[in-house]
């Protein structure tokens, strides 16, 4: 490859506009060039500057919006050339956009020097790279009452709330957002082996460096701190097609339960008139823990219990004449009382019993910092053991709702999520 001092004047000339149109715009787009609008001139500089490792062609092929550098190219560079020498004059053109190597030593403005994302942006990283930072980044903006949280199976969001940013907004003196509403997830599975309980999996926070870069310089900064190696870590791969553009191919196990508990509502619903979960809801904060210990997980466990044991209505039962006592005439509490109905409807009794000790098992988790003083300890295994859980507590309420559409009366009755693939994590 050659150097900046290597080049014709045309190419370098054409270098500048290039970076003055980069760093002058708002969301460093490209210098847009075709056959109508551009001398033969001005294409062969391209060509030059290609061949040179400085410019990079983002042209139609390559993502939807040209304006726009989507990530590194993924494209030679011959085949770039390829595409700038057979523009024709019904082609609407290309992006033209200054590598890392063309930036180089280039005085940024000093606006970038408190916004490290801004900074990298001006430096040559494109708009859909994705950095990868810790969970924990995440954990100011879920506990700040200004800040509504929002949490997937695969992403999150987080932003403002109405009167929040109306306060903000009368202050405001500077540039820039305090929301992102793209975050994925990432895993390390490099340390993961299925066999060896003892394993772990390392989740990340995905982001893409142009959402980044409108985050204000303070929230940029803060980010940064929290910002870890990408070597090793993928995104989720639901998160970035849905980025991409493409459908879910899948659920995660928290879309699974909360519509497996809508499911087993409606079935219910079908044969005694009531449903059996007071709600499918559940809290913005409740998925994934954002920090493996010990006080992460009790606040996971608490929530969960909460969705499953405490949310069925004793009144469903009773509609459904369920047992409330057992044979010693002792009261039963709610998943005795399921348990004796489904055996007393046909469900063999060891798999009754073996489909709601799941629950069984939340329940008692959830009673164990209430009798116990507990030490904060890190567990790095505890991504894993949530991850078990989940299949588990799932698996129970998938078995109860095809029980229940086994039913004459719900004959018919067809799963939302009939044929979509179920990611553990």
Do not use: C
Request: without cysteine; glycine residues 8%.
């Amino acid at each position: 490859m050659g150097t900046k001092s290597q080049l014709s004047d045309n190419a370098r000339q054409l270098l500048k506009r290039v970076k003055k149109r980069y760093l002058g715009s708002r969301d460093f787009n490209g210098l847009h060039v075709s056959r109508p609008t551009s001398s033969e001139g001005v294409l062969d500089a391209a060509i030059e500057l290609v061949e040179a490792g400085l410019v990079q062609v983002v042209g139609p092929g390559d993502y939807l919006n040209i304006h726009i550098r989507p990530w590194p190219s993924r494209r030679t560079g011959a085949a770039q050339i390829s595409e700038l020498r057979e523009l024709t004059e019904n082609d609407y053109g290309v992006a033209l956009y200054p590598m890392a190597k063309a930036m180089k030593g280039v005085k940024l403005p000093k606006k970038y020097e408190r916004a490290p994302f801004s900074r990298a942006m001006a430096r040559g990283r494109s708009t859909l790279e994705v950095a990868f930072f810790s969970t924990d980044v995440l954990e100011g903006y879920r506990n700040d009452a200004r800040f509504r949280f929002g949490m997937g199976d695969f992403g999150i969001s987080f932003g403002l709330t109405d009167e929040a940013y109306e306060e903000e907004e009368a202050e405001r003196d500077f540039e820039g957002t305090t929301s992102l509403i793209h975050l994925g997830f990432g895993y390390d599975m490099r340390g993961y082996d299925p066999n060896d309980p003892d394993t772990s999996i390392v989740r990340r926070v995905a982001a893409f460096y142009g959402d980044l870069d409108d985050l204000t310089p303070a929230h940029q900064q803060r980010w940064a701190s929290y910002q870890v190696d990408a070597d090793g870590v993928d995104p989720h791969p639901v998160w970035f097609g849905s980025q991409m553009g493409r459908w879910p191919d899948g659920v995660g196990p928290f879309h699974r339960l909360t519509q497996e508990l809508e499911n087993i509502n409606e079935l219910w619903q079908n044969l005694w008139e009531m449903q059996l979960f007071r709600t499918h809801h559940t809290p913005d904060d409740f998925g994934w823990i954002l920090r493996p210990d010990q006080r992460e997980w009790d606040h996971f466990v608490l929530s969960l219990d909460k969705l499953l044991s405490d949310n069925i209505d004793p009144k469903a039962l009773d509609r459904a004449d369920a047992p409330k006592k057992n044979k010693a005439g002792q009261v039963l509490g709610t998943l005795a009382r399921l348990e004796l109905f489904m055996i007393s409807k046909g469900v063999a009794k060891e798999k009754a019993k073996w489909a709601l000790k799941p629950l069984r098992d939340v329940r008692t988790a959830r009673q164990k910092p209430a009798h116990a003083l507990r030490v904060n300890l890190t567990d790095k295994t505890l991504v894993r053991k949530q991850m078990s859980l989940m299949h588990d507590v799932d698996e129970v309420l998938i078995n109860i709702r095809q029980w229940l559409a086994s039913h004459p009366s719900n004959k018919g009755w067809v799963d939302p999520l009939d044929g979509l693939k179920d990611y553990p994590i």
